[in-house]
């Protein structure tokens, strides 16, 4: 065979196979658009959470029409995605999904500044929100381990704005979140994060908040650290 026929076939073979395996690496990423997905995933949203259910179930929900609209999709196999349902609820504006409250429950925060409430997810296909009175003041919220949160306020007229006034929840049981403390008149806090402890100081001294799981935890590692192998 002619040198140079054989090199056009070579040539050949090669482009052949490049353009397989461009295939095959353009096919290790798929993009699926609204059209492609159930009618839940189409249309405007305006906030998404992603739920996991004790059985297992991962659920995506996704806020419309100001809040009141929750529509919720089976997104357990990315490749099967489903429609479940929708619901209504009677929310005052619409709002941002903050933080897991448990297994079963997750805290909200409204955008029009009027405060907190719950969505209750005992059954992930009828989501129940809640107002609960201890979340409607304006306040901004932070996680203290897994079954405590801190709600801190600074424009309340019990506390200026330059000592903001701390109020500590516990949400083991999201259904009824427990107040355990509140402290008004902050003037400083300090955090240790690797034992979860918050110091709290305002004109009756100090007040520590705990998180005992953290505190295990650290333990632990510095156990582990003094005892290697």
């Not at 357990?76 to 903050?98: C, E, M, R, T, W």
């Not at 955008?111 to 296909?125: E, K, M, P, Q, T």
């Not at 979140?177 to 008149?185: H, V």
């Amino acid at each position: 065979m002619n040198q140079s026929i054989i090199k056009i076939l070579i040539a050949s073979t090669f482009v052949v196979a490049a353009s397989a395996q461009a295939e095959v690496r353009s096919k290790a990423i798929v993009v699926e658009s609204p059209s492609d997905l159930p009618e839940g995933a189409r249309g405007h949203g305006e906030a998404m959470y992603l739920h996991r259910t004790t059985e297992g179930r991962a659920i995506l929900y996704i806020e419309r029409e100001q809040g009141r609209t929750l529509a919720f999709l089976d997104v357990s196999d990315p490749a099967n995605i489903k429609a479940v349902g929708q619901v209504s609820l009677d929310a005052p504006s619409s709002y941002d999904f903050v933080q897991d409250l448990a297994e079963s429950a997750v805290l909200i925060h409204y955008r029009n500044h009027s405060g907190f409430a719950v969505i209750g997810l005992n059954d992930y296909r009828q989501p129940v929100l809640k107002n609960e009175p201890a979340y409607l003041h304006p306040s901004r919220v932070e996680p203290d381990g897994s079954n405590g949160m801190l709600l801190i306020s600074t424009n309340r007229a019990s506390a200026p704005a330059r000592d903001p006034e701390y109020e500590v929840l516990n949400i083991s049981n999201p259904s009824n979140p427990t107040p355990l403390a509140t402290i008004q008149g902050v003037i400083q806090r300090v955090d240790r994060p690797s034992t979860g402890t918050v110091f709290l100081l305002n004109d009756q001294g100090l007040t520590v908040v705990r998180c005992l799981a953290a505190e295990q935890e650290h333990k632990t590692e510095e156990w582990q650290k003094e005892h290697p192998g």
